[in-house]
């Protein structure tokens, strides 16, 4: 078999083998209201208004009517956006009981109220026609749309109107509905954020006052101020102090009892003893009315360490807020078909082990059950990880989370919820990451020698000065304990973790969490799953060999299944012109066969392609020898098949393939035809490189091979060479056959004992927790069979498009395709850690030079006072000048 | 100097109304949504509208604008 016969389909695509039937349109005209391009036929000459369809018309005058054409020139002045299109839901679900019990709130005055989550808004044109629906829909009360969380709340009169109706007036706006899930913790978490941010309020406000009062007694010393005035300023700081260490600090006092119960030391221990020394020796002295105050000290140090922790709490809830937002897209309505054999809209909650549900093409299982009706092609891959699409008939089961591919099934429901398979596996996903030990902060692992030295520390300076001057013994140990409370030192994590999650979270990459970025700084074993994370994760078509004269007929065929090899087919060759087939007919797991031009063309599986060329084999002896059967196909032991087009009857044109003469077919084989095409060689060397073969037939003549698989990712090759540059080592765990597993393997180069192939769920996750007892291990993946590994592994990550499960267990997920996003993001970590170093270093130093001056008595509140701003200065602009996430390759 | 002891009380007072005004707005979440309001405020509630007597009440807590 000479190589060149084997041509990868980039080089064919690229190279315009075939012509492009699309000619370019002379003038693109925009649709008035969704904004995508009009057909030419659909123009209207001399008309202002040009629309696409006749629902974006409708919409169109709709508006009108309602005298909102503002929407059309705020939407420009928002600039070109994406089209809108509306998905035309019923939304009937929404009305649903079980809906109502979970998501919508009854208010006092009988209004009912709902948070939604409306995909696609994101400038002031649709702020401006959402918060418009109290005008266009009588009985909508209220309508007000949060842009940064793409959620709406509305409230509304049942008695008047439906939800379902607000929804489709919303969908018809182009902004298709979905019920916010994450709604209930939403409430917590405002309460959470409002209260830390009172908090700062005041702290601020204290600080600032007292700072005005420091500035006077400094201001003081150089220029005599009398006693009285003096004790005015210190009993006034005093008292202005007192509700921000009252209140503002209470966070503080928390964390150090709790450090104090758990005798886990954190960076609140040294907080709280600094803050409540400096603040009891002040007020000791005012109260005897010498020695120094650190009011302003203790003040200022009270609001920066609560920024810092406003600056963490607001970096967790942004890459939690995207989860959820994709979580709400998961679908919530699911097509029950009822006793009578009607079909209806329903909240997915409400169906029932025995109910039938409707599942079209493209949508997604809701639930376990068995198929009742029809047959289709299933894409498992997200559950199993083997990337060739099921095809299930009636009678086989199906299971939630998995998709549709073909065509239109009913399904007899057997387990919802956490009775699915998916379900059980989420429960490992959360029983795996209950079992996942903490880890240490950088900046909390040194807390607890900190404390003990500070300590030990200030006893010292007291015992010391106790023999020198016993009147200062206490004044430089309170002086000690607040120039040495952590200030710099508890901002250096929050910071540098928030402006380099910031940054990744601008990259496409959202962290769930500061001690991720610690975690993945170190090299670790970095497992992939395979299908959709190393690979696409859909079957295209990858080489093709033999005779190209015969594509044209390959894709007329294949133009008529909805099979998703025969889709690929139709995807990698858009612009190839094919004549039209007659008479086709699919075989389920076999292939298709059909008349072009008279000739007969089969494209399927080998065996399908070799028994159907076999028997005509068969066939033409027997016509030979008892010459003039009514009907050949009788005879032909074909497997019961669909009709795919009409009622065709199959009239093969036999005499032609007797045209070339019977030594050839009785050869039985088909390396044996005319054009010297070896289609056996070709399938057993595919079948190396795990590329389903599959073989075209014209009369009985093999003449052509297509080659179909699953392609690994462009940037894996560089991905993976960048992974070990970082130190680490690279392997696949992966659900799908083994020999496939290790084609991807072979192909990247990768290390066979770190490749895995055939592992189930729990397999994997058995599989990474033994991995990790010999270190850290960071698991990529993209499944619902990835979820529990990635949950178990020290760090997970999901790489875009992953499936729901896989995103609430990973720690870290990228909205960009590819998988240069895991290397930027290792890579990253690592800086942030060296930038967390370093401002560890430098709140150190500072607090050193604090020590000494503190010792050795000379410290005084003004010192302390400029000491501790500049230390807090340093470690923010160091924080937040430093590059951390950065697309590779961009410098 | 005695006037201090008017002026830091007076001072004291405004500075505590204002944190009063702070705390109030924050419950009242005028702080939840910093970034839709940005955008809301270059509206024009009277054009195109042909109800311009009925002003949408917001739901939430904030008024409209």
């Given at each position: 078999m000479p190589a060149a016969m084997t041509r990868d389909l980039d080089a064919t695509a690229e190279g315009g083998?075939?012509?492009?039937?699309?000619a370019a349109v002379a003038q693109v005209v925009d649709c008035s209201h969704c904004g995508l391009p009009v057909a030419p036929a659909d123009v209207v000459a001399q008309s202002p208004q040009q629309f696409c369809c006749n629902g974006c018309a409708a919409v169109y005058s709709a508006i009108y009517q309602q005298g909102l054409e503002r929407y059309y020139q705020l939407r420009q002045q928002a600039g070109k956006a994406e089209p809108t299109r509306s998905s035309g839901r019923s939304y009937t679900e929404l009305d649903d009981q079980a809906f109502r019990d979970l998501h919508v709130r009854t208010l006092p005055s009988g209004m009912d109220q709902v948070e939604l989550y409306l995909q696609g808004v994101h400038c002031s044109a649709c702020v401006w026609i959402v918060e418009r629906l109290t005008q266009i829909l009588p009985g909508v009360v209220g309508s007000r749309l949060d842009l940064h969380r793409q959620s709406a709340e509305i409230v509304w009169d049942p008695a008047q109107v439906a939800l379902s109706e607000i929804a489709r007036k919303i969908d018809v706006f182009g902004y298709p509905v979905h019920p916010f899930r994450g709604a209930s913790t939403r409430l917590l978490r405002r309460q959470e954020e409002r209260t830390l941010l009172m908090r700062i309020g005041l702290a601020w406000a204290v600080s600032g006052n007292v700072m005005m009062m420091s500035l006077s007694l400094y201001a003081g010393w150089f220029s005599d101020m009398d006693a009285d005035t003096t004790q005015l300023f210190r009993w006034v700081s005093m008292f202005v102090t007192l509700p921000s260490l009252l209140w503002s600090a209470q966070p503080f006092y928390q964390g150090a009892w709790s450090a104090l119960k758990t005798r886990l030391l954190h960076m609140d221990l040294p907080v709280a003893i600094g803050l409540s020394a400096g603040y009891l020796g002040g007020a000791w002295n005012v109260l005897r009315g010498q020695g120094e105050i650190y009011f302003d000290s203790v003040a200022s140090l009270i609001f920066l360490l609560l920024v810092g922790r406003w600056v963490q709490l607001r970096q967790r809830r942004q890459a939690s807020d995207a989860a959820e937002l994709l979580f709400s897209l998961?679908?919530?309505a699911v097509h029950l078909v009822d006793a009578r054999g009607a079909v209806q809209d329903v909240a997915i909650e409400r169906v029932q082990v025995g109910d039938v549900v409707e599942v079209r093409s493209g949508e997604a299982f809701p639930t376990d059950g068995v198929i009742d009706q029809g047959s289709t092609t299933v894409d498992a891959s997200v559950l199993t990880g083997e990337s060739r699409p099921v095809e299930v008939g009636v009678g086989e089961r199906v299971h939630a989370g998995t998709t549709n591919l073909a065509s239109q099934v009913r399904v007899r429901t057997e387990h919802t919820g956490e009775g699915t398979r998916v379900g059980k596996l989420m429960q490992a996903v959360e029983e795996a990451a209950r079992r996942r030990a903490p880890i240490v902060a950088l900046a909390d692992a040194i807390v607890g020698k900190f404390v003990a030295v500070i300590l030990s520390l200030a006893a010292l300076t007291a015992l010391l000065w106790w023999y020198l001057d016993p009147a200062m013994a206490l004044d430089n140990a309170v002086a000690l304990l607040i120039v040495t409370c952590p200030c710099a030192l508890g901002l250096a994590t929050p910071l540098a973790v928030h402006a380099a999650v910031g940054r990744a979270a601008r990259l496409g990459i959202l962290i769930k969490g500061g001690d991720v970025v610690e975690r993945l700084s170190k090299p670790a074993t970095v497992l992939f799953d395979k299908t959709g994370t190393l690979t696409q994760g859909k079957v295209t078509l990858q080489a093709t060999a033999g005779d190209e004269a015969v594509f044209p007929l390959v894709l007329a065929l294949e133009r008529q299944s909805s099979h998703p090899l025969a889709r690929a087919v139709v995807q990698a060759w858009p612009g190839l012109a094919a004549p039209e087939a007659q008479d086709v007919e699919q075989t389920v797991g076999g292939g298709l066969r059909g008349v072009i031009g008279g000739q007969v063309v089969t494209v399927g599986s080998p065996e399908f392609v070799l028994s159907q060329t076999r028997t005509r084999v068969e066939i033409t002896r027997q016509d030979l020898s008892r010459s003039g059967a009514t009907n050949p196909i009788e005879g032909a032991h074909l497997r019961p098949t669909q009709q795919a087009n009409g009622t065709g009857e199959i009239r093969p044109d036999f005499p032609r393939a007797l045209t070339l003469g019977p030594s050839a077919l009785l050869?039985?084989?088909?390396?044996?035809?005319?054009?010297?095409?070896?289609a056996q060689a070709q399938v057993a060397q595919w079948a190396e490189r795990a590329i389903t073969p599959v073989l075209v037939a014209v009369d009985g003549q093999v003449r052509a091979a297509l080659g179909f698989g699953d392609a690994v990712r462009p940037d894996a090759a560089a991905c993976i060479a960048a992974l070990r540059q970082f130190g680490c080592r690279v392997g696949i765990l992966s659900g799908d056959h083994p020999r496939v597993v290790a084609a991807v393997a072979a192909q990247l180069g990768l290390d066979a004992d770190l490749c895995w192939g055939g592992a189930s769920p729990e397999a994997k996750l058995a599989r990474v927790e033994l991995e990790k007892a010999r270190g850290d291990v960071v698991m990529v993946g993209d499944g619902v069979n990835d979820a529990a590994a990635l949950a178990a592994a020290t760090v997970g990550i999901s790489v875009h498009g992953g499936a729901e499960a896989s995103l609430q267990a990973a720690d870290a997920f990228l909205t960009?395709?590819?998988?240069e996003p895991v290397v930027e993001l290792i890579e990253g970590a690592k800086r942030t850690v060296a930038v967390i170093r370093r401002n560890i270093a430098f709140s150190l130093v500072y607090n050193l030079v604090g020590v000494v001056l503190a010792v050795s008595g000379v410290l005084n509140p003004l010192f302390a006072a400029v000491l501790m701003p500049l230390s807090s200065l340093t470690v923010v602009s160091s924080s937040f000048r430093s590059r951390t996430f950065a697309r590779r390759g961009a410098e | 100097m005695s006037v201090l002891y008017l002026v830091i009380p007076i001072a004291l007072l405004m500075s505590g109304g204002s944190v009063a005004v702070f705390l109030w707005a924050v419950k009242r979440g005028q702080?939840?949504?910093?970034?839709t309001p940005a955008v809301r405020m270059?509206?024009?509630?009277?054009?195109?509208?042909?109800?311009?007597g009925k002003e949408p009440q917001a739901p939430g807590s904030t008024p409209p604008s």
């Open positions: 083998q075939f012509p492009d039937t699309c998961a679908p919530s050869a039985g084989s088909p390396s044996a035809f005319a054009t010297g095409f070896d960009r395709p590819g998988l | 702080f939840d949504d910093v970034s270059l509206h024009d509630d009277d054009v195109g509208s042909r109800d311009p």
